[in-house]
């Protein structure tokens, strides 16, 4: 379990090293640009590779946390946020101005699932008492409400009224939701590593 961990930490720890790669690459705003549009630049090729990393890593930490006995639950929506990080990467998102295709359908409702499943799977680690309990459930908390500022611009667009990434912090909100559950998978497996607990919920005493 230890190997899977260290493994699925390494290949995170490189997927976040592309990704500020791609940041400081770029010269984008990190304020209206979201992430998607990284893709067309000229160093846009990280972006696939950073999150085909953090699918790797969370499959590794998924791992790690069936062999420790976590609730079934949980390393199914971690498998269902890498299988979804990947797709993310796999399927590019449209130039703006451009309407919507297959590709980029793909890409903004695996975006959507992504940012969903983590926050859920918090929950449940927070409910099951694990190290870092109150860190994963405010970390959850502030990713589920980052989710909300992503997707109400969607929202209100569907009723015409024409608001664009230049009008609002479209980069800092997607961002926040990246990070907050980032964190949550490596608390998630950093509880792991540490002394056992009592066990409670189900949950192995490597994981309470």
Do not use: C
């Not at 304020?31 to 696939?48: D, K, N, R, T």
């Not at 912090?169 to 950093?190: H, K, W």
């Amino acid at each position: 379990m230890k190997g899977l961990l260290v493994s699925g930490f390494t290949t995170i720890g490189l997927g976040s090293g592309a990704m500020l790669a791609l940041h400081a690459g770029a010269g984008l705003d990190p304020v209206h640009s979201v992430i998607s549009e990284y893709a067309f630049q000229s160093v846009g090729w990280l972006l696939p590779a950073s999150l085909t990393l953090f699918a790797v890593g969370s499959a590794l930490i998924a791992g790690a946390l069936g062999r420790a006995g976590a609730d079934r639950r949980v390393v199914l929506l971690v498998v269902a946020w890498g299988v979804s990080m990947f797709l993310i990467g796999a399927f590019p998102t449209d130039r703006p101005g451009v309407p919507l295709s297959l590709s980029g359908g793909i890409h903004r409702y695996a975006a959507f699932v992504a940012f969903l499943v983590m926050p859920v799977a918090g929950f449940l680690l927070a409910r099951a008492r694990i190290r870092y309990a109150r860190a994963v459930r405010l970390l959850s908390t502030v990713a589920l409400v980052a989710l909300v500022a992503v997707v109400l611009p969607y929202v209100i667009r569907m009723f015409g009224v024409p608001l664009t990434n230049a009008d609002i912090p479209a980069g800092v909100t997607q961002r926040v939701v990246v990070v907050t559950e980032l964190g949550v998978l490596a608390l998630a497996g950093l509880s792991l590593l540490r002394g056992s607990q009592r066990s409670q919920g189900g949950v192995s005493p490597s994981l309470a």
